[in-house]
């Protein structure tokens, strides 16, 4: 039963070190790599807004016609 125990508090315990582990290696962007991650976000938002818009564009003359 200890076993068990033992591990039950094992687990979180492993998720916090975990967890620290991964911010102490995260790093704050500089400006030059925000604009760049910045830039790339909105041309796959332009991208996927222009399918979007094109498919919808497609789609209703088939549903006006019945």
Request: a positive charge; proline letters at 5%; one cysteine or more.
């Amino acid at each position: 039963m200890s076993e068990k125990l033992k591990e039950f508090i094992d687990i979180p315990q492993q998720f916090i070190r975990d967890g620290n582990q991964f911010l102490t290696r995260c790093t704050k962007p500089s400006q030059k790599e925000f604009v760049q991650i910045s830039k790339a976000v909105a041309i796959g938002f332009a991208v996927m807004g222009f399918i979007g818009y094109f498919v919808k564009l497609i789609h209703i003359p088939m549903y006006v016609s019945y």
